[in-house]
């Protein structure tokens, strides 16, 4: 079975930094596209940033343009978001989830196809 596990979310003041962590088992890592997305209480769920098979190519949502990070280590299964400069409109509940191209709608979170069960994060002040 596909399981995707994230790690590493909290409480952190604004303007601080957090790593979330997110491991897979179950699938050729290498073989998919990752993403993270967000989702606050009341609002639908919201594009972070994307990141390709093999990690040479990335994307992110204006929002966290220079403030967050996507990277992905395929020898240990993982994905990773560094977030710095936390703002308090990021609190949310973090997700990782697997899409079976890099071609297409990378924000789109109709395009994936594994989700975790997602972190949360809270950032206060």
């Known amino acids: 079975q596909v399981q995707l596990v994230e790690s590493g979310g909290g409480l952190v003041q604004a303007g601080g930094s957090l790593r979330l962590s997110c491991a897979a088992s179950g699938l050729t890592f290498s073989s998919y596209p990752m993403g993270w997305f967000r989702q606050a209480p009341g609002k639908e769920r919201e594009f972070i940033a994307a990141?390709?098979?093999?990690?040479?190519?990335?994307y992110y949502a204006d929002s966290v343009k220079g403030r967050f990070t996507i990277t992905r280590d395929n020898a240990k299964n993982t994905v990773y978001l560094q977030m710095n400069s936390l703002k308090p409109e990021g609190t949310a509940v973090y997700y990782c989830?697997?899409?079976?191209?890099?071609?297409?709608?990378?924000?789109?979170?109709?395009?994936?196809?594994?989700w975790g069960q997602g972190t949360q994060v809270t950032v206060s002040s």
């Open positions: 990141i390709s098979r093999s990690g040479d190519s990335s």
């Open positions: 989830a697997a899409r079976l191209y890099w071609r297409g709608s990378v924000s789109s979170a109709n395009e994936y196809t594994y």
